[in-house]
């Protein structure tokens, strides 16, 4: 999305492609109408980055539309065999857009935040932050992370005191999440601050256009910008009053309703289409339990009909022709444990090209996968035995527990890394509720949540025990995989599982003094413990499926651990002492009767 961009200075178009074959291959990039490269490609393998000026005629509205064209190997050789090719050619992530934007343009709140530079800074007060703040802060973070950004939590001293630039390039977004009297000093921002209305305001800052989120409750602006609504925040400043989650519900959740929107695919032998969906997508308490796939299949004139394969997550699902009249469905069973936090979906159609008397190439047909395939929704189940299975919990509202005495470093930290969590767990719209707790027990709440710091809780609720001292992962055979001493900059999570509520995530640092990490994602995925550094996931398993590891209490001596750790010496200390019992009472045995025939 490019709102209010009059032009492009310069588009970085970054390809890799590889032939095997020795053929003319070529590629066509067009924007709008305008052919903008046009080149033959080389034998082998190649990579490239192509700089493309943009011009304001190229824009439609808000968006440019860039078309590329890529032809394979064409050779003499009308027999050949396409498949033989192997060629490919793939658009590289490394594509960038330079934008030259007015500086009138970055007065609408929906700009800016579409505009935001990949380094985004967080500005919070250096006092502690009241649930509301904290609850803002964690959304906006969210917000961010989940769009690809660099997110980190700043004191706003720092961030105010950042020194001007004449640089004309946009380096690093800003967003203050603060109150009236933290701005006071700042007479220019402190006007646009607002103690009663829940707002998003565009604020002037050294280092460009900044967001300041005011009012009694400003998570709801955040939550507003990051709903499907967002491109209706116009203005320098946006009021909210309220916004509610999309609710979805039904049996099943169509890749219309994802937005998922697969194009048409013309090709003489194989159709193939990737496309993806999150655990966050699905409905409140509801898993994904099939796939009813509608494919389009042109026809080809072939006796031989096409055929339909579909792929879930590298694993092979279901297979059928296509039908000759009409839509080619196809369902396929979802087995349990092969949906995770990210799901990749897969589907091929493969059809034997008609070659003719290899005196012409094979002719396209068109295919297409329907927008009205469709997710299949069973019951989530409770309690929730893997990361990932806390978002269908979460859908609706994501409740976060902090310590009240959360100040200072601490409590940046803490909002960084449970923002990472809810990015990857809830949608952005998703309301997030904060509760500070006075001693070191929580209340089961009527939602999932997450639980930030030193809390206590039952046996049964958690699957590792971090008091009991130092925690030993190791292999069956006493092969050490992780040692927390030795990690101390390290954040444990773990599943919690509470009576009659839904499941939550407990992080915490590996001790009272430790350094906390602050990555930038966390993705946790499967596993109910995690161990996490400053780059995310070191290590997460599964305490309920794992057979060949085992978490260990080394500071600890108990029965369990005992006999773990001495469990064959123990068993040749038994075997012996029956042996001997059984030995000596032989032996009595044997003596009582020589003596009984002496007195005969």
Known sequence: ?????????????????????????????TVGERTVIARALPVGHDRQVVDVPLLPADFAGDFVKVTVRYSGVITNDRCIDLKRANDRFSVLPETTLALNVPADSLGDVSTVVALMPQKVDVGIPERKLTAQEMATA?????????????????????????????????????????????????????????????????????????????????????????????AAGTGSTIRVDAIEPRQRQGERLTFDQLGISPPVSDSPGESVWTTRFRAADLPVGRRAAALDLDIGIGTDGNDVPAVANVFLNGRFLAGTRAAKDGITRIRAVIPHGLVGLDNEVRVVTQRQPLTGGCDQ?????????????????????????????????????????????????????????????????????????????????????GSAFIAWGDFRFDDSAVP????????????????????????????????????????????????????????????????????????????????????????????TRSWPVLLRRYGTWLLLAVWLAITIAVLVALQRIHGRNRRERKEQ
């Open 361 to 445: 190439t094979p002719a396209s047909y068109p295919a297409q996968l329907l927008g009205s395939s469709s997710i299949e929704l069973g019951e989530a189940g409770s309690p929730a035995h893997d990361f990932f299975a806390l978002a269908p919990h979460a859908r609706n509202r994501l409740t976060v527990f902090v310590r009240d005495n959360v100040n200072g470093a601490n409590q940046r930290a803490a909002l960084q890394v449970v923002a990472a969590a809810a990015a990857d767990l809830v949608p952005t719209d998703t309301p997030i509720v904060v509760e500070r707790i006075q001693g070191d027990r929580i209340q089961a709440p």
């Open 464 to 555: 590792v025990r971090v008091d009991r001292g130092n925690v030993l992962v190791r292999t069956r055979s006493g092969t050490p995989l992780f040692d927390l001493n030795d990690a101390r900059n390290t954040l444990i999570a773990q599943l919690v599982t509470l009576p009659d509520a839904p499941p939550g995530l407990w992080l915490r640092a590996s001790g009272a003094d430790a350094e906390v990490p602050v990555p930038q994602t966390i993705a946790l995925d499967r596993g109910n413990v995690a161990f996490i550094g400053p780059s995310g996931v070191k290590l997460a398993l599964s305490t309920e499926r794992d057979k060949l590891i085992e978490v260990t209490y080394p500071e």
């Open 138 to 230: 964690i959304s906006a973070i969210r917000l961010f992370t989940a769009r690809g950004h660099e997110v980190e939590v700043v004191p706003l001293a720092q961030l105010l005191s950042r020194p001007g630039t004449t640089d004309r390039v946009w380096q690093r977004g800003d967003v203050i999440v603060a109150s009236r009297a933290d701005l006071s000093t700042m007479p220019a921002i402190d006007g646009a601050a607002t103690a009663s209305a829940a707002k998003a305001s565009i604020v002037n800052l050294a280092s460009g256009p900044g967001l300041l989120l005011s009012g009694s409750d400003p998570q709801l602006a955040v939550n507003f910008l990051g709903s499907e609504w967002h």
């Open 1 to 29: 999305e490019l709102a209010q961009c009059n032009y492009m200075d310069e588009d970085s178009f970054a390809y890799d492609e590889a032939a095997t074959l020795d053929g003319r291959r070529s590629v066509l990039v």
